[in-house]
């Protein structure tokens, strides 16, 4: 699988981003890399990708532009604020986002980019920071099904899994599903860690036994690792969970579904974060409940 030839767009280099566009690099695309961090797009550009000054400038000559960025703010600045880059996008040109945005975000862009004659796929993904590095990332599509198909390739080469849903937003809701699913499982792994603590269980044999218990999701079993070791390095923080965890519980609401199990998440990650975790994991809403519950940190 090769991406030669392919003249590619990138805005937002960050955490996710920027391993995502270094990926497309490697695997022969010919990439434009903006972002407003400058030690970002260097760390793209060292991998043989060309510095862009803006974002109307990274899209000059690109067949498909991508994004990854923060939040639904950023999105609608990108592509149809004053300096989108909806205004000079050829009729026809893909535009992908790969972002955590909601599905109220993604519709006025959606109704923008129809008006305009672009092509907009919503490609969220799920994976961290080192499934990204490694183009082991799942990737949920949905959009004109062309596009997706033009785009086969592209999403090769950052991800192990990719899959087409839909013409819609429906790509944005499963993000959701599966953040929700995410979120609370840390939420209540913290509870459960906690109790088993409380009750004199060893640390360490109390994970083990977990992880290969009938409770092992996949999620549990990865992180086995850095939970024993109390290892917190961010790879998901708890500042981002409470962001989609507001996008998780506002999307339950315009929909109609109760979320008292998601509202409760929200409470937990916004209170990890006001307790000074915000940067850490979002498995650190562990230290949270160990405070709350007297005992002292291992």
Request: aromatic residues 6%; glycine residues 10%; contains cysteine.
């Amino acid at each position: 699988m090769s991406l030669d030839g392919t003249k590619i767009g990138w805005i937002g280099a960050g955490k996710m981003g920027g391993p995502m566009s270094r990926r497309l690099v490697g695997a022969g695309a010919t990439l434009a890399v903006y972002d407003p961090v400058a030690a970002n797009v260097e760390a793209v550009v060292a991998t043989g990708a060309r510095a862009a000054s803006s974002n109307q400038d990274v899209i000059a000559d690109a067949d498909i532009v991508i994004s990854m960025i923060p939040n639904d703010a950023v999105l609608g600045a990108i592509t149809i604020g004053e300096e989108g880059i909806f205004a000079n996008l050829a009729p026809g040109t893909i535009y992908v986002d790969m972002s955590t945005v909601s599905p109220e975000a993604s519709g006025e862009v959606s109704a923008a980019a129809v008006a305009a004659g672009i092509d907009y796929l919503r490609a969220p993904v799920s994976g961290s920071v080192a499934l990204a590095e490694a183009g082991k990332l799942t990737i949920m599509v949905s959009g004109p099904k062309d596009a997706a198909d033009k785009c086969a390739d592209v999403f090769a080469a950052m991800s192990a899994e990719n899959f087409y849903l839909g013409v819609d937003d429906q790509a944005r809701y499963l993000k959701l599903v599966i953040n929700l699913l995410v979120g609370t499982s840390s939420a209540v792994l913290a509870e459960a860690l906690t109790l088993g603590r409380k009750g004199g269980l060893d640390w360490e044999q109390m994970i083990d036994v977990i992880g290969v218990s009938a409770a092992a999701s996949p999620y549990i079993q990865y992180n086995v690792v850095p939970l024993k070791a109390r290892d917190f390095s961010a790879q998901f923080t708890s500042e981002q969970m409470v962001k989609d965890s507001r996008l998780i519980c506002d999307a339950g609401a315009s929909a109609g579904v109760p979320m008292a199990i998601g509202g409760a998440m929200l409470k937990t990650f916004e209170d990890t974060v006001e307790a000074g975790y915000g940067e850490d994991n979002l498995t650190a809403a562990i230290k949270l409940l160990e405070q709350r519950s007297g005992l002292d940190e291992l």
